[in-house]
């Protein structure tokens, strides 16, 4: 339970072409969902267009996986800020882990990568987390302080933080309630540290196998704001239902049980 409002977002990561994205957004349209709860979905570039159609009116956000720092040039396969704004993506997700270890983003890139994204006008889901070895080596705090460093720099009222430890991402290995609660807390004091009362407003993601069955747990903890979905926001039904755990978190439902 938390004072701020819930946001789970969907990050469909490398699916859902054209076609696929426009039955996927029928589905979850169709679906009745909470008003009380903030949801966005990011399917892939070129699926943008299509889904910004779709959602135009709804209630539901539309956001990217990524986005370059530069305005334009010659940076090939980037996208820049404008050209998402232009189609009308309010949400970009930043140093999600799999770019950091499949494609070479780092600390700094990333940073650069969520500054320009805020002042072309973006809201920045900012991800970082541990691996295994580093958890086992008893580092997770280190790497936190070290990955959450540049968060200072960027502006604390269009900021997410998405706490993803890559050992429970699409391994269907969640952190436990107390594991995440632990890492949002220490998280929770950096922002402190670099934002002072402002902090209070930011709101911090759990990702890494979240389902519906294990969202209200999660979610009830009191530094979990809600949650980046992977491979069950594929689904439109227990995307929505994931929606539905943060709601009955948001109106104090201790009893909610999916079923
Ligand atoms: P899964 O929910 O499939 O574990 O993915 C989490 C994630 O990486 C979201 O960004």
Sequence with gaps: MTDRR?????????????????????????????????????????????????????????????????????????IAPGML??????????????????????????GKRAAAAQAAGLEVIFCLGETLEQRDAGETLAVLERQSAVLGDLDPAHLVVAYEPVWAIGTGRTASPE???EAHAFLRQRLEAAFGGAAAGIRILYGGSVKPQNAAVLFGQPDVDGGLIGGASLDARSFSDIIRAAASCAAGDEQWQYS
């Design 179 to 181: 594991q995440a609660q």
């Design 85 to 110: 704004t232009e189609i009308g993506v309010r949400w970009v997700i930043v140093g999600h882990s799999e770019r950091r270890s499949y494609f070479g983003e780092t600390d700094e890139t990333a």
């Design 6 to 78: 819930y946001l789970v977002a969907g990050n469909w990561k490398m699916h859902n072409g054209v076609a696929d994205t426009s039955a996927l957004l029928e589905r979850l349209l169709a679906e009745k969902l909470p008003g009380t709860v903030d949801a966005v979905v990011c399917p892939p570039f070129v699926s943008l267009p299509a889904a910004a159609m779709l959602l135009a009116g709804s209630e539901i956000g539309l956001g990217a996986q990524n986005v370059h720092w530069e305005a334009k040039g010659a940076f090939t396969g980037e």
